[in-house]
């Protein structure tokens, strides 16, 4: 039979066509298959939940700006603050080096001037203000409270962090090169004036500790929250002394719920966001707390979340027991909004180094930390900071 001109070449295309239609059904069942079951990872069992891109990208007018930042993969707290997940935790470990050194080998103690009389040329005879202060620039600055009595009653730091995040040893110099010409403004309690002054005697052989200045605020918003409330508020602090960099902490003296706690964070996140829109050259980070408790050896070196669920806290005036979570719930909400910080986490291992700690030690601080001791870690945390690509 003779075919006509059009069919013969409709024909000719109907093998095309057949492999058209088969490849298609092949996309759509593949497509099909991909969401018919959750992603997962090679090594781990556990389904994770998708996202939703529009979730994480929405923004709502009336949250606060550093709230319309997508969220964090890492730690995740439910809505009420009451249970956080970190599933990386704080990443590495306290090694046993009996011969370690110190980045701050020196502590001048700052109640007895009498002490400094007795070192002249290692602690000057300047006192400091306890409200404000900056690295001295010839001697080390000095430490709060009874931290040097520990030294007294033989104590000897033997365990050092190492991490793969952090550089093995700290170089005062580079650390110093990195700050260039900015200063540094670290805002908190009394647990803040210690990390400040174990960094600007770090800093001391690279001649930039003049650069780092502390100030005391207890609540960082100027309202008592349950104990003490000395010191400005933060953003006065920063409004006096237009520094580069900005560190700030708070907990201790947030005796409220956790709530309050949570709004005191909210407040001073988006005093972050509104000071940096006026000031495009400010820099803002947080530090995690400082741990509280008392115990006669080192706990869980590998973990410091073990740690902090290990210890007996036997004093609640500050708050001790919620530390570690009220860290998690800053994080999530840091992570969020991009904000850096010095996750100074792995602390929670040494309670075995808080002054009362110590034997032949006064009983009562089991907060404030020995030095030389733990705290040495914070210049390595700093050179770390300052290698943030947004900070350079």
Known sequence: ???????????????????????????????????????YDAHDDTPKTLIDPKSVTSKDPSEPAWRQVAPSQQISCNVDGTSCLDPVGVVGEWVHVPDRTFAAPVCCRWVSAEFRKKKPKVCGT??????????????????????????????TDEYEWRSPHLPKTFNPVDTCRLLGDRT?????????????????????????QTQVSFALSDTLVGKPFGVFNRGKAWKDWVNEVMPDITVVAVGAHVKTDDASYLGLVDEVLSGMIEMQSRHPRMKFAWKTQQPGGCTNE????????????????????????????????????????????????MLYSRSDAHISSVKGSQPGDCLHLCSPGPLDVIGRLFHHLLLNEKWS
């Open 184 to 208: 540094a403004l670290f805002v908190g309690d009394s647990t803040m004036s210690q990390t400040a002054s174990t960094l600007m005697n770090s800093l001391l052989p690279g001649h930039c």
């Open 1 to 39: 039979m003779q075919l006509s001109k059009n069919q013969g070449h409709l024909r000719h295309r109907r093998p095309l066509l057949a492999i058209a239609i088969l490849l298609a059904c092949a996309i759509l069942l593949a497509e099909n298959n991909n969401t018919a079951e959750p992603a």
């Open 126 to 155: 300047e006192q400091a203000n306890a409200q404000f202060y900056s690295g001295f620039p010839l001697y080390p600055q000095q430490m709060f409270g009874n931290a040097c009595k520990c030294e007294e009653n033989n104590f």
């Open 298 to 345: 080192i706990l869980s070196p590998k973990d410091a979340a073990a740690a902090a669920r290990t210890i007996e806290y036997t004093r609640d005036k500050f708050n001790w027991d919620k530390f570690y979570h009220r860290d998690l719930l800053l994080l999530e909400r840091l992570n969020r909004a991009k904000i850096p910080y010095l996750d100074m986490r």
